[in-house]
């Protein structure tokens, strides 16, 4: 297998979905209700799962079947 990086395009691109999950878990947070975050690709997914796993104030589940895999970002029941 061969990895093309181009100009850091990968750990831009972690970067902005650890971002996103931040701004989402704190709307998640501050609404009590789960949100859908859309299609995204096995490595997409497992990179917004590791940069919330350890909030627990909030759990992650992947709903859906290939392509249209999606997360879904929940408020913990412990709270």
């Known amino acids: 297998m061969i990895i093309i990086d181009t100009e850091a395009y990968r750990k831009r691109r972690e ?3 650890i971002s996103l999950a931040e701004k989402l878990g ?3 947070k501050k609404t009590k209700k789960a ?3 859309s299609h995204m690709n096995a490595h997409d997914r ?5 940069a919330l ?5 909030l ?9 249209y895999r999606k997360i879904l970002i929940i408020p913990s029941k412990r709270n």
């Open 35 to 37: 949100i859908t975050v």
């Open 26 to 28: 704190e709307k998640v």
């Open 15 to 17: 970067e902005s979905l």
């Open 46 to 50: 497992r990179i917004i799962h590791m």
């Open 59 to 67: 759990t992650t589940k992947s709903r859906g079947e290939g392509e």
């Open 53 to 57: 796993q350890n909030d627990e104030s």
